[in-house]
């Protein structure tokens, strides 16, 4: 998610996969897929940066061969899966 400011002042947080169209007409319009629409006060280039910088971001954590805890098995011995029928 990338952090955008509204015209109010206020934060907002927007996916940036979702995003359809940016257009700059003295203020910054975006428009997601879903089909809402959001005025904000950062410019194009500034927002084109801080969704490349949060792909970036992703695919350093998914190179980096950095295992979290939660997405490896200890062992065999301990790994249950959890089915309740």
């Known amino acids: ?25 003295p203020d910054t319009h975006i428009a997601l897929l879903n089909g809402n629409r959001y005025l904000v006060l950062e410019p194009t280039r500034i927002i084109i940066d801080r ?19 939660y997405l490896r098995k200890q062992s065999g011995d301990n790994y249950r899966p959890v089915c309740i029928l």
Not at 5 to 12: A, I, K, M, Q
């Open 51 to 69: 969704i490349v910088a949060f792909k970036a971001k992703i695919q350093r954590r998914c190179l980096s061969g950095i295992e979290k805890k």
């Open 1 to 25: 998610m990338i952090r955008l400011t509204r015209l109010d002042g206020s934060e907002l947080f927007i996916n940036p996969d979702l995003i359809e169209t940016i257009e700059e007409t």
